[in-house]
């Protein structure tokens, strides 16, 4: 039997139905939601279909409800079974991050960090907090993933990372996230070294919207400041735009054609520096909403990233020469 008579079992009952889900549960529920079909769910268990199936109204049973559709050819999660799956797929990756931190800790390691991170002043600033954080934890394993604010704080969400630097880019994150201010960010228009407009001249607004333009994507904090830009004054851009998270790409784009972009100074200093790059004289607004530490709202952090948080919260500190960060503000946008 499927279904209690109280329709809404209280939150301490369902707290004793679900601790009644063993590891191997979880297993079977993690696999089932891939493939989809019993057949291949016990071939994987190493376990024959008919136990399969067991195994499968053993946990709808504990848990009161149906959470597949049998169909001809395989299993339809419904509304609570695509729920009860993506809890399954959490606790165990939980259950794995655990085992490998456990061993690498066990073996005398210092664990593993996953940083995802925005480019620009962020990028600048975590490469000093990485190397002073290897200088103190010389066997801590540190991943690094550069991309947008917007992707990285989808994969925090899936727990693919554990940390990032970055933006909220939608209201609702506050809610789901926790945010430590560390920096602003100054921008640069920046273009190849013989663009027509280089030198001490500013060009009006109007004449840099003439000009072909690389412009990150549309979903980025950058992106929104370029757009403001212009669109503020009732202008847009008339001579080709090409659009790109990367900055390699727009520094070789830059060098080969006459084409503007907008890019954190921090970034583009060394080039400008090196003569590959030059800058763009021109009175617009030069800094980006301020970037921060993002960690999962509720969850606290390892070991590792504590570590990191702090290493990196005191080189902010000293870059900007101000005393230590007490506490999270949630000002910044995204």
Request: glycine share 6%.
């Amino acid at each position: 039997m499927l279904m209690s008579s109280d329709p809404t079992p209280g939150k301490s009952t369902l707290l004793a139905q679900v601790s009644r889900l063993r590891f191997r549960h979880l297993q079977f529920l993690d696999i089932l939601g891939k493939t989809r079909n019993l057949r291949l769910t016990a071939e994987q268990m190493y376990i024959t279909q008919p136990a399969a199936t067991k195994v499968l109204v053993d946990i709808e049973e504990m848990l009161e409800a149906r959470l597949f559709d049998r169909l001809p050819r395989g299993m339809q999660p419904n509304e609570l079974g695509l729920f009860t799956l993506r809890y399954a797929h959490s606790a165990l990756d939980g259950h794995r991050r655990f085992v490998d931190e456990f061993s690498t800790l066990k073996q005398g390691g210092h664990g593993h960090l996953t940083i995802g991170a925005i480019s620009g002043s962020a990028a600048h600033l975590l490469i000093a907090a990485v190397a002073e954080l290897q200088r103190l934890r010389p066997l801590l394993v540190v991943k690094v993933l550069e991309q947008s604010s917007d992707q990285l704080i989808v994969w925090l969400a899936e727990r693919k990372i554990d940390v990032m630097i970055g933006r909220f880019t939608e209201e609702v994150h506050r809610d789901q996230f926790h945010y430590e201010n560390l920096s602003g960010e100054m921008l640069q228009i920046t273009a190849g070294v013989h663009h027509p407009l280089r030198g001490p001249n500013a060009p009006s607004l109007r004449e840099l919207s003439n000009w072909p333009w690389i412009l990150y994507p549309p979903s980025t904090a950058l992106r929104r400041v370029s757009d403001d830009i212009f669109s503020s004054t009732g202008l847009s851009l008339t001579s080709g735009i090409v659009e790109t998270p990367s900055f390699l790409f727009a520094l070789e784009l830059m060098q080969s054609t006459t084409m503007l972009s907008l890019q954190p100074a921090a970034l583009v200093d060394k080039y400008v520096r090196r003569g590959l790059l030059t800058r763009i004289a021109a009175d617009l607004p030069n800094r980006m909403p301020d970037f921060g530490l993002i960690t999962l709202q509720g969850e606290p952090p390892s070991t590792a990233v504590l570590a990191f948080m702090d290493v990196i919260r005191n080189m902010a500190n000293q870059q900007a020469g101000a005393t230590p960060a007490s506490g999270p503000d949630r000002t910044a946008t995204g």
